[in-house]
């Protein structure tokens, strides 16, 4: 095929077609990871209670959540399916992490079957389910990184976040509820709660910076409901009392009703979220397959209409016929030129906007996308340097990241930025720092 502007023109733009197509399958993969965590979520709670009850409370509910959880699983399995096309666009890491949501999902069903006979503790249930949901959220945190795309990049790492602070308050409810259900006071398991309402903090304000302005209002405005202040008093009371302290196990059915109603509030949000994107996406195509035709149309005149100075070039140079005056592109008395020019003008300069409209979309992309890769790549380095710290010096996570922030204020520097130097710090840094903690 020989190069042309036309071939190069209408490459881009199916391009750009196929581009907004696989953004519309990212799209629908985020939709139903995030219906699959929802559903687990609230099965991992009514499971904390059913066997911190010993049975006795939640049965029919957790009967009917796993009823629920098995059509939204097997959609998911089959979107998964899709991505071993090679038209589907997987990347060898996103293949990786659906292979471990898929193993973990089917160590969830073993242990669903196996609930009866061999029932585990309400923490090791609790932890399984975490752990299948860890996967889940990993998966949409890596589609988000990967569909970087102007007009949803935001959106994105708002959907990132949210998501993120939904399943902290999701293992909060869990926990929560298995507290109340034992009707005994843990207080390890009152760290982790705590811990859990920081991390939702940390979350959170991320998701309202990054979010639509409506959406954040609409998140303030259900903070202030009595649900959320009856929430905080329930709080209160699990992380003042002290440890092996006499719990009211009538209260766990209030909790998991409030903290409920916080994560439905997150989980509208979140499906709001998904809608405009999927608005977005559906837009973007019709305008991008119009702009397919509209090129195609454009080149087709160009080919089948040259400009009608070439034919009186052709005229004057061919052999059989006498020459008369050099050609000259013939004006109007106004120095206008004639209709017919005019019209192959227009066409010639509608490519030239295409080119050029393409060039400064292309340009003012980078600009949303930066900000967009900046946040997403910051959590990484927090993430990875709060890892760090826990792994070398034996902190919890909540300290560890208090630790970032105490250095970042000291030093009057970035949390990202004192994270990425904590990585790169030597093993006998890390040494000393330790002592210097014990000291």
Request: glycine fraction near 4%.
């Amino acid at each position: 095929m020989t190069l042309s502007v036309s071939s190069l023109v209408l490459r881009a733009k199916q391009l750009e077609t196929d581009a907004v197509r696989h953004l519309a399958g990212r799209v629908e993969l985020v939709d139903v990871i995030g219906q699959l965590i929802h559903a687990l979520q609230h099965e991992r709670g009514v499971t904390s209670i059913y066997l911190a009850s010993g049975g006795q409370q939640f049965a029919a509910e957790r009967q009917a959540d796993i009823a629920q959880v098995h059509p939204i699983e097997e959609r998911l399995r089959d979107l998964f399916e899709t991505q071993l096309a090679p038209e589907g666009g997987a990347s060898a890491r996103m293949l990786s992490l659906m292979a471990w949501v898929v193993l973990d999902l089917d160590t969830l069903s073993a242990l669903r079957q196996g609930m009866a006979a061999h029932p585990p503790s309400a923490h090791d249930a609790v932890a399984l389910f975490s752990r299948v949901i860890a996967g889940l959220v990993e998966l949409i945190f890596h589609l988000a990184d990967a569909t970087m795309h102007p007009g949803v990049s935001r959106q994105m790492v708002a959907i990132v976040h949210l998501v993120q602070g939904k399943e902290a308050a999701g293992q909060e409810r869990a926990v929560g509820a298995q507290l109340f259900a034992s009707g005994t006071c843990d207080e390890a398991q009152q760290q982790r709660i705590v811990h859990l309402i920081d991390a939702q903090e940390r979350s959170l304000k991320v998701f309202e910076d990054f979010t639509d302005p409506q959406l954040n209002a609409r998140w303030q405005q259900h903070q202030l409901t009595p649900k959320v202040a009856l929430l905080e008093r329930l709080r209160r009371t699990l992380c003042m009392a002290k440890p092996h302290a006499v719990l009211d196990k009538s209260q766990s059915a209030v909790w998991f009703d409030v903290t409920s109603d916080r994560i439905s509030a997150m989980w509208q949000i979140e499906q709001a979220l998904v809608l405009a994107l999927r608005a977005y996406c559906d837009e973007q195509l019709r305008a991008s397959e119009q702009g397919l035709l509209d090129a195609e149309v454009l080149l087709k005149q160009l080919r089948d209409n040259p400009p009608p100075h070439t034919h009186a070039v052709e005229r004057f140079f061919n052999a059989a016929e006498h020459p008369g005056a050099a050609p000259v592109l013939p004006t109007l008395a106004d120095g206008h030129t004639t209709s017919a020019e005019s019209a192959q003008a227009q066409n010639v300069s509608s490519l030239t906007e295409l080119l050029q409209s393409q060039s400064a979309r292309l340009a003012s992309m980078e600009v949303e996308l930066e900000a967009a890769r900046r946040a997403l790549h910051e959590r990484k380095l927090i993430e990875r340097a709060k890892g760090a710290l826990m792994s070398k010096l034996g902190l919890t996570e909540d300290a560890a990241f208090r630790a970032l922030q105490k250095a970042a204020m000291d030093h009057n520097k970035r949390l990202a930025d004192v994270a990425e130097a904590t990585l790169s710090l030597p093993d006998f840094a890390f040494a000393k720092l330790g002592a210097a903690s014990q000291a």
